[in-house]
């Protein structure tokens, strides 16, 4: 009897010692950057509400997979839950993975941060009985550089092509790290499709794809280097095996290539022989100025347009202003921009229409204007000039001075029409002179009296406050309300997604169950369920339709699904959710 006694009291006190445990653990530490690693997230009870980690710096190819098992040894009930993932990282350097979390018994438990080191690409040992062709010799990425050693703002093409031998084939690449033109005015050229032709390369003949054209414009002189365009390319690599038909077998493998930085030495304009106004233009150009008329009234406008035309950096200087007499009113520019980029390089033609409008009548002249650029086909500068643009005024009032000089001796002032009853005032404004004091005002009651007003309103909204919060089985309830509309939103989000999907759904009809029934994750069998329900007045119908739903929910996560099944699930729980709602 006393060893019955004894028995009991181990067993109870190992069951106050257990703790719960959820713990990472990872096949390795150290890895390539062409290697996977997995990771498993391991619990010793039946979490709710698994959220995994972002997973920076990794992409995840497989998962989350899930497995679960319970057994019973001398007496003794072990349970485990696992997540496994394969990951494949995106990047070199020492990256971490964050923490997971799950929900038991209200309470939130997370895992520990794991520090990962991923290294440089590593030779993987090849089994010897497998013989294939590798990736490495048949597919490179190169970028083509039109000249290096332009001047600035000379215009030069970088071409990203993509060389595949015949041995391999190639399904699908995706971007790892875009090249980065610092000091460099840059545009890509679209390419509307992947066309693959055939080159040769390294003295072979080879097939490749153009991925991007880019033109750039150099913006300082000196060394400049462009960042390499890295691609992870999925590869089907042909081995010395055969199938049962004689067919050549293909695996599938991954190649991750680089066009490596480059460097452009860039050469700065020359001094000797620089204009004062020289802007920055670059190229090949025609230079204009035109006016719209220059016969024309007082009062009229006119369009003062200086443009410049040709092929250059069109894009990256400044047209001169002109400069016009007193009399004339001109307007801000109107920039208008009508350039065309191609690998050579931007053409077409920039202006500024400057809108004039004369005040008096009189002949004014327009200075000539300069416009200068360096010549790259004789590497000097040059310098075009407009002609002097004489504007006539034919009708109008004369300007002060020209009235004086035609009336000599007459020092009488002249008023113009708006300044003539300017001493005559039609409104008054006036200002009371005896002011109302704030002291006895209805506004100095009304802020004496508000305190003791909302003292009543703040004791009863605390007293409210204090009722909510001690009411724990209340609280639950709201709160497995709101997971439960939060999954279900996030499976609608996810429906492109199968996995996520039904994770989510399968959460959001558990979290429906432990708001409407009361009960807890251990209390969820398919008797019991269907037994509270039916006591709640829901139709057996609906309870069977919402059992097989949520068995489905973990069948379905690994089994092949159309879109339009899992658009007929999701519709399928809102019914069902929607129908137990009015029933219970």
Sequence with gaps: MKKFILAIVLIACNSLLAQVQFEAKVSKTTLGLNERLRIDFVM?????????????????????????SQSWVNG???????YSYYLLPTQKGNLIIRQASIEYNGQIYKTSPIKINVTAAVEQPKDPNDTQISADDNIYLVADISKTNPYINEPITVVYKLYFSYNIGITNWRELDKPKYNDFWSQNIDIKQLVGEEGMFKGEKYRFVVLRKTVLYPQKSGKLVIEPLSLDIDVQLPTNRRDIFGRVVVTNGNKRVSAGAKTIAVKALPEAGKPADFSGAVGKFDFKVTPSKTNLKSGESLDLVVSVSGSGNMKLFNLPKPVVPNSLEMYDAVHNEKVNTTLSGMSG????????IPQFKGDYPIKPLQFSYFDLGSGTYKTISSPEIMINVLEGPLANDQVASTTPGNSKNVISSSEQFKFIKLKSDLKSMNNDDFLGSNLFYGLLFLPFLILPAIVLFKKKKDAIDSDVFGNRIKMNNRLAKKYLSEAKKQ?????????????????????????????????NIQELLISRNASPETVIDFINLTENCEVARFAQSSSAAIQQDFDKAVLIISDLEKQI
């Design 349 to 356: 033609k920039i202006s500024d229409s400057y809108t004039i």
């Design 76 to 82: 003794k009930s072990s349970f485990e839950k696992i």
């Design 495 to 527: 429906i492109n997604n199968k996995e996520p999907f039904y994770v989510a759904l399968e959460k959001a009809m558990h979290n429906f169950l432990k708001a409407k029934l009361h009960i807890e994750t251990s209390e969820m069998s398919k008797s």
């Design 44 to 68: 010793n009870i039946d979490g709710d509400n698994f959220n995994q980690p972002s997973f920076e710096g990794f992409k995840i190819i497989a998962g989350p997979s899930q497995q679960v």
